[in-house]
């Protein structure tokens, strides 16, 4: 019984019964994860034709991936350009595990793989794909659904998702595709041009000579150009390659984004050395791919050589053909492939009459891919699909929502449902909310070279940024002189933007100046500025604008430019803010000097929102039973508590009227330590005590113990007769102030004090805010910022918080820190004012002089102990020491040495000095002016500050 005893006396039942309901859910949960299944892997080099009728072959190094069980369902994992077979390791096996054979394969160009890289070319890597789609048709291992036709899904990141989709376009033995981060149109994704002149609706991308007009995305075409030269990871560059089976499973998966190992020529493994041809300049690219590349980089155009080449090389050739079931997902921070290019697979796909299901999530190639949620979200889309397992995934629409509040360092996420793609075949078309603009025309001026250009994302830096997204979407930098804005007023509610906004702009050249004969050159982008002006560039991303024909005499033109599509939500008291640039370092800016005049062309900004619904993720069942055990026992804990503290209620009824009265309180701590021992006083109706001991004294033990934070080894606490507990409801008659109040900067005093009150659940009109900061005496700067404030008027704020309410008995912890003196003076008018009212002030503090003009009362502590208790006047005396200043100092001193228990008598000069031995200082007075003695002055010959060191004994 001894052990039991002992634990008895350190934990509370509540805490035992909490802590054994803990382990009981602890082990319900660990016992639901099973090992995985195992995974086993063949490799194997196929070969297949170079090119369409061509003899010749190029070698492919694949690897199977193989379940427990087969035969099974297959899924294709192409990598992320860059990468290769070992890029997509973690992913290839999680969904191996979940029951897919999986066959993973280094793209021609990359890894083991010989061939030279056309990017995804219907001719060459979606051929490949299609004769790795005759191969796992042999394999008995894979399910098939006839002769020659595998069941067969196919998933990928980026340059893999965009093989999915043109293989699903050209083979109709694809069953399902789940591309990730992928594009549509590659013409429009690295030459976009978001500007119509004609009115036409910008809401798909463009193709064709309208992009051959775009303005040249060219460092992001720069990195993935020269990965293609030396096998470095287009995403991550200038990182090593990565060994098999080592990636991050959080950054690798799908193959995008951060996804895509790196495979430096000189350093990287033998199984992921880049072993296709280099050929000069052009790398391991083929001849017509460096010659797109070449034109567009030195002209900042595409002819219609290489728009044919991006277009053999896009998915848009083929999406027309596409009716297998399509889950598309996208990042929401992404300046590589934008939400446009989902939204246009998303809608040309469902005009063939597919199924399709469309998915945003808070990352892309600037923000991390996705994450194990919604990895396994993708394994039940193939898992359905594929063996109609789980439930139908359906075809709504999922996006994600960047909250503000943070915890361990991450944004909040929530999940956002709707129940359809907005404005695909059979749903609901886009709800747009309009939101005034307003700004007056402003010149732009276009610097030679292009140079300085503005800032608005860090192309090839996302995945170094993907834990800070809202970091990288603050980098945002506009340059004087270069830049147009134009603003909202503050929203009265949130606003979630979901999708591209659209605008209509009014732009002329300046009649006199030159125009450069490729047009003007734009870059617009909708920020969310907060009431302070701080801004943030949702996505990171800006729209390009190219105005072609701008006539040279000044006459306008007005376009409509489509933002960049993103997911924000912007609160109240936030504004939109439109910023139109002439550069963007990102991109290919136009080299000569001009200046434009732009303007609103319409006030109304059409802001897309899609309403939806918050949805929370399915929870496993052995989860479910660990939390229903933890509510049970949280609830079995709370009960066993309501009764203790009822069995714990202990009012003492001649104390009722007592502010407080502390009775051999004692606390200790393991090891022997004492903070405080058999500490005993009383403090009365309009008292103002001070609470005095140096450091080590238990002064703050003592305070937390008052407070109710800490409970006490020994003794007690009593509060108007009751006995103070964590919890107990006498401690609402407290205020306090220990240690020092934060407040928001951003907000008011009295919002700040609104705030606070609000968050003790007590009706409003019980906080008497006006007579707080009355007494406190604030006046209006109330009402202005706290950022405002001085170090003495925030303490003046927290005491005004501290007496809210009007509590019965004031708290404070070193109220004067800080202050200048004239400051001082006022807060000990507050403490006055405050306990004339028939209140009581318990102040600790260290300036002692200051106590000694404030304070009626002190308590001196040392060493956890009590040393002296009573009025400041009688600490300060002491053995009754005093002191008169008198016009006739012998006449006064045989006065004084003729009252009863007087003694010590002597003259130092004009001062008499006399130890009264108990005799009131008064009645010496009146002895003394009897005599005909005049007094001009009468105190204590010592001060509380001596007294203080004596008590001490220093």
Sequence with gaps: MAPLNRLRGRWSLPALVIVVALVGATVVWTRQGDEP????????????????????????????????RTPAPAVLLPHGFGGSKASVTAQATELAQRGFVVLAWSARGFGRSTGQIALNSLDHEVADARELLDWLASREEVERDGGGDPRVGVTGGSYGGALALSLAGVDPRVDTIAPVITYNDLAQALLPNSGRADGVDASTPASGAFAANGVFKRSWAGIFFSAGLSGADATNPGQEASEPGQEDDDDQGLGGAAAAAPQPPATAPDDVRPTGPVTGACGRFQADVCAAYTEVATTGRAGPQTLEVLRRASPSAVTDKITQPTLIVQGEQDTLFGLDQADANARQIAANGAKVKVVWYAGGHDGGSPGPELRGQIADWLAFHLSGEGEDPGTDFEYTVVGAFRSSGSPSL???????????????????VDVPLTGREQLVVNPAGGNPAAVSSLPGLGSV????????????????????????????GQTLLTGSSTVRLRVAAVPGQPVPPEGAVLFAKLYDADANGVRVLPGSAVAPVRVSNLPADGTPVEVTVTLPGAVRPVESDHRFQLVVSTTDQAYANASQPAAYRVSLASPALSVPVVPGVNATSDVPTGALWGIGIVLIASGIAAVVAWFRRRLAA????????????????????????????DLSFRVEHGQVLGLLGPNGAGKTTTLRMLMGLIRPSGGGIRVFGHKVHPGAPVLSRIGSFVEGSGFLPHLSG?????????????????????EALEIAGLGNA????????????????????????????????????GLDPPQIHQMREVLRRYAAAGRTVLVSSHLLAEVEQTCTHVVVMHKGTLVAAGPVEEIATGSGEASFRVDRPEEAASVLRGLFGVHEVHVDGEQVHASLNGTPRASALEALVAAGVAVDQAGPRRRLEDAFLELVGE
């Excluded at 090119?51 to 427990?68: A, C, H, K, N």
């Excluded at 001649?654 to 405080?676: C, N, R």
């Design 414 to 432: 929530r999940n956002v449902v709707a129940p359809a793609y907005p404005g695909v075949a059979g749903s609901e078309p886009v709800r747009r």
């Design 650 to 677: 202990d009012v003492d009824p001649e104390l009722a009227d007592v502010p407080l009265v502390i009775e051999d309180l004692t606390k200790s701590y393991p090891g022997g330590l004492v903070a405080v021992r």
């Design 465 to 492: 940024l993907s834990r800070s997204s809202s970091l990288s979407s603050r980098l945002s930098l506009d340059l004087p002189g270069q830049t147009a804005v134009f603003q909202s007023e503050p929203q009265t």
């Design 37 to 68: 299944p195992p995974v086993s892997t063949r490799d194997a080099v196929i070969d297949v034709p170079e090119s369409p009728g061509s003899d010749r072959t190029v070698q492919i190094d694949t690897t199977l991936y193989l379940p427990e």
């Design 750 to 770: 009295a919002a700040n004090l609104e705030l606070y009150w609000a968050a003790t659940g007590r009706p409003a009109e019980q906080a008497h805010v006006e």
């Design 782 to 817: 109330v009402h202005r910022r706290v950022r405002t404030y001085s170090q003495g008027m925030r303490q003046r704020l927290a005491i005004a918080q501290a007496m809210l309410g009007l509590p019965d008995l004031l708290v404070l912890d070193e109220p004067t820190n």
